[in-house]
T-cell receptor
Framework: GDSVTQMEGPVTLSEEAFLTINCTYT??????LFWYVQYPGEGLQLLLK?????DKGSNKGFEATYRKETTSFHLEKGSVQVSDSAVYFC????????????FGQGTTLQVKP | NAGVTQTPKFRVLKTGQSMTLLCAQD?????MYWYRQDPGMGLRLIHY???????AKGEVPDGYNVSRLKKQNFLLGLESAAPSQTSVYFC??????????????FGSGTRLTVV
């Protein structure tokens, strides 16, 4: 079945460092890909998405490119802030019309001043 | 503010007790979902609904039941709570695929402890 694998955390960075969180997937067909962010004590929020190969999703300085050839959707940000500390989830849309998303296990990011 | 509202936010149950978690959305979304979140396991789908009056099983449905009698509400029931159901439960909704769909709106979660 479809699945999403994220790099294990936690990831600890200093403020203004470069961030990469790796995400790879296994899927039939051509899923849409997503990054969600969860701040402490809150629900998940959609951060960005890409719906086809080579699309780049971007939001709030975060970017991710849909790479069909490597089945990857790595999340990047050039300069992280303390306020970016959160749990990040990669997800894909399951084939069919159920609207179901399959999530990775999440990666905790801690940014220190 | 428009969105997804979950009640209650916290609950402690004794083993064997029952309870219902309520999810309400005011965005006229067709699709609704219940997930549970456990450390190191991401989010796992319990049940979902693709429209009023419909429900379907997800990845981990055992021990749970759901109902979608009204489009805006999606109820998750625990018939006889077990310690393994200690988790954070999230409800989400989305519009139809192709209408900007797959962008879930999540509730803020219900933290359930079964002792």
């Amino acid at each position: 079945g479809d699945s999403v694998t994220q790099m294990e955390g936690p990831v600890t960075l200093s403020e203004e460092a470069f961030l990469t969180i790796n995400c790879t997937y296994t899927a039939t067909g051509y899923p849409s890909l997503f990054w969600y962010v969860q701040y402490p004590g809150e629900g998940l929020q959609l951060l960005l998405k890409a719906t086809k190969a080579d699309d780049k999703g971007s939001n709030k300085g975060f970017e991710a490119t849909y790479r069909k050839e490597t089945t990857s959707f790595h999340l990047e940000k050039g300069s992280v802030q303390v306020s970016d500390s959160a749990v990040y989830f990669c997800a894909l849309s399951e084939a069919g019309n159920t609207g179901k998303l399959i999530f990775g296990q999440g990666t905790t990011l801690q940014v220190k001043p | 503010n428009a969105g997804v509202t979950q009640t209650p936010k916290f609950r402690v149950l004794k083993t064997g007790q029952s309870m219902t978690l309520l999810c309400a959305q005011d965005m006229n979304h067709e699709y609704m979902y219940w997930y549970r979140q456990d450390p190191g396991m991401g989010l796992r789908l319990i049940h979902y609904s693709v429209g009023e009056g419909t429900t379907a099983k997800g990845e981990v449905p055992d021990g749970y039941n759901v109902s979608r009698l009204k489009k805006q509400n999606f109820l998750l029931g625990l018939e006889s709570a077990a310690p393994s159901q200690t988790s954070v439960y999230f409800c989400a909704s989305s519009s139809l695929p192709g209408q900007g769909g797959y962008g879930y709106t999540f509730g803020s979660g219900t933290r359930l402890t079964v002792v």
